[in-house]
Nanobody, 127 residues
Framework: QVQLAESGGGLVQAGGSLRLSCAAS????????MGWFRQAPGKAREFVAA????????QYGDSVKGRFTISRDNAKNTMDLQMNTLKPDDTAVYYC????????????????????WGQGTQVTVST
């Protein structure tokens, strides 16, 4: 079993930056693909970014391409999301997720591709 804990959320003005972190415990995530999703009030949970177990493959949602960067540190059992040029539309609860499968080739962009989820961290972008 993997426990995931997000941190780094907060309130930021439009155009600003935030860095989210996801810390895993319970077992190593070094062989698991991982992802970030977000959910705004009244909306479905949306794919943000994903990274393969080795860090060699990444995927991004269209709305965040060029602004967000996903990374991981397997030695520390952590994953980060650097968010730049934030917009009010980025306001949401951000969740990190991990796949139970190991050594997956391409990280999934679908919720169904992940088995473990954190509790989420709120990101609010003001105008």
């Amino acid at each position: 079993q993997v426990q995931l804990a997000e941190s780094g959320g907060g309130l930021v003005q439009a155009g600003g930056s935030l860095r989210l972190s996801c810390a895993a415990s319970g077992r190593s995530i070094s062989t698991s693909n991982m992802g970030w999703f977000r959910q705004a009030p009244g909306k479905a949970r949306e794919f943000v970014a994903a990274i393969s177990w080795s860090g060699g493959r990444t995927q991004y949602g269209d709305s965040v391409k060029g602004r967000f960067t996903i990374s991981r540190d397997n030695a520390k059992n952590t994953m980060d999301l650097q968010m730049n040029t934030l917009k009010p539309d980025d306001t949401a609860v951000y969740y990190c997720a991990s796949s139970r499968a190991t050594f997956g080739f391409t990280p999934s962009t679908a919720r169904e591709g992940y088995d473990y989820w954190g509790q989420g961290t709120q990101v609010t972008v003001s105008t």
